[in-house]
């Protein structure tokens, strides 16, 4: 045992003389013979040990419990709730205020952990906040940056609209067209449509209708709310020929998609097409309008 072995060397001075100690047991050499353990020296250990198996069954367990470190695998139990409370208008009326603190808590420790959901659901929840400050959006660009740097379409669309509208960030044109574009090349509609924006008005990119078309296209194409205005923006191209052939038949097609999809100012130019000039949407002032749509707006086809 280690605490009967000496180590050897010079041992104690006595009387101005030195003398070297003696091993009781050499286990290199098995010189000497092995001295017995000491009873006094057992008994201490034993104690020792029985006294921390007793602390720990009792109040010690819990500081060592408490003070382990908190797991960091993401929870995505903890992310959909957390998500829904910060999200949700108006919020959830279930649950105490004390656990939607554990569950923003728990948001954070998933978002610090690297998780990309929590750190998008953490920055859009910021961003939408009515009462968001510059230290909010801030705080939004941040967790919405490292999200949309682990290739999160939403977080990069979100990126695009801050450093576009100046929020959290420096007015940053080319940016918002950079995360925007990669945002459309993952096939986020609402993306596609904005990248159509941005280079229909040459914000942040040179101007090209061609490719502003061919991302309204994409847009439109998708069941999402943004197909609307992107047929209207495609009857628009057609009808003033930008970048293609003008085409009267194409913008009426896609203005009477746009119209169908609820689009008010594509009916507008629909009529105005078909009557050669502006006019109030009426019964009586709109022909040639397909039997859908006139029972949409007046419940009635005639």
């Known amino acids: 045992p280690f605490w009967l072995k000496r180590k050897p060397g010079r041992g104690r001075a006595s009387h101005g003389r030195s003398r070297r100690a003696k091993m009781p047991w050499d286990a290199a050499t098995g010189l000497g013979r092995r001295t017995p353990a000491r009873p006094a020296l057992l008994c ?4 020792l040990l029985s006294a921390g198996l007793h602390l720990l069954k009792g109040s010690a367990a819990t500081l060592f419990v408490h003070h382990w470190p908190k797991p960091v695998r993401p929870r995505r139990a903890s992310i959909a709730r957390a998500g829904a409370a910060a999200i949700a208008e108006p919020p959830p009326p279930s649950g105490s205020d004390e656990e939607a603190d554990e569950d923003l808590e728990l948001l ?6 690297g998780d990309a959901e929590a750190q998008y659901i953490l920055g859009a929840a910021l961003r939408d906040d009515d009462k968001s400050g510059d230290g909010e959006h801030r705080w939004a660009a941040h967790w919405l940056s490292k999200a949309a740097e682990q290739g999160d379409a939403r977080a990069q669309l979100d990126m695009g609209l801050l ?19 990669a945002a459309a090349n993952q096939g986020l509609p609402a993306a596609q449509h904005q990248m159509g924006l941005l280079l229909l008005s040459g914000t942040g990119v040179p101007t090209n209708p061609q490719w502003a078309r061919y991302w309204f ?10 197909a609307a205005d992107a047929s209207f923006r495609l009857g628009a191209i057609y009808q003033a020929g930008l970048g293609v052939n003008a085409s009267r038949e194409m913008a009426l097609d896609w203005y009477e998609r746009a119209a169908e999809k609820g689009n ?8 105005a097409i078909c009557r050669k000039g502006p006019g109030p949407a009426a019964p009586g002032n709109t022909p040639g309008l397909p039997a859908k749509i006139r029972k949409q707006l007046w419940g009635r086809s005639w």
């Open 44 to 47: 201490l250990a034993a104690g």
């Open 163 to 181: 450093a576009l509208n100046g929020q959290g960030m420096p007015r940053d044109p080319q940016a918002a067209a950079a995360w925007v574009s």
């Open 108 to 113: 954070v420790l998933d978002a610090e952990a």
């Open 264 to 271: 008010q100012e594509a009916l507008i130019a629909w009529q």
């Open 217 to 226: 296209e994409q847009a439109a194409e998708k069941d999402d709310p943004c």
